[in-house]
């Protein structure tokens, strides 16, 4: 079991329905996020392309954040998801400095919190919230261990990319091109 998302980039519209659902199931505290849209735009005038994504924690199998915890908060859990532990974290910032994606905050309650994948709606056979509010369906969320799941279906069918994969981390946030 491996659990991994694929965000189509074609169908991504940045409405932000997707950070909204997050910030109402996690009760993340007003003006934090653990996802966010980024909005690039290449080529030079008139020929110009944009891209707009969904980003969150890429839940890297070789996690910085985790290797740099000096407390064990920050672990791996069920299906790779990396989550922190609140009680464990002496909010010591290792790994918001480790992380390369800058996918953490410092919640007010002095704890390091980022995306779950919503690893309670998970457990409950729920997609993450994200996923499951989508209005383009463009969030796939599975097991990328399954060869049958509809994410590795869609791997294997599409181009995709990874971010900042020199940073060598193998992060499970695919984004298709
Ligand atoms: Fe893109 Fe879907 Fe998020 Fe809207 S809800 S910004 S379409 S990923
Ligand atoms: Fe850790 Fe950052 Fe990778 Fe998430 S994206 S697992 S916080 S290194
Ligand atoms: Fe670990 Fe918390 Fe320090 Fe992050 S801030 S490295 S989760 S103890």
Known sequence: MRYA?????????????????????????????RDWIVEITTGTYPDLQTEIRS????????????????TGASHFEDGGIVLVQPN???????????????????????????????LH????????A????????CLYFGDIDDPRSKISLLLKKRKWKTLIPEAGTDPKIYYLI
């Open 121 to 128: 709606r998970v457990k409950k056979g729920q997609q993450p």
């Open 55 to 70: 980003e969150r924690c890429n839940h890297c199998a070789n996690a910085p954040c985790v290797r740099c915890c000096p």
């Open 5 to 33: 998302m694929a965000i189509d980039t074609k169908k991504c519209v940045g409405c932000s329905d997707c950070v909204v659902a997050c910030q109402l199931e996690n009760d993340v505290p007003e003006g934090y996020c």
């Open 130 to 137: 994200c996923v499951a509010v989508c209005p383009t369906k």
């Open 88 to 118: 464990e974290c002496i909010g010591c910032k290792a790994c918001i400095a480790a992380c390369p994606y800058d996918a953490r905050y410092v919640h007010p309650d002095g704890y390091v919190d980022k995306c779950t994948f919503c």
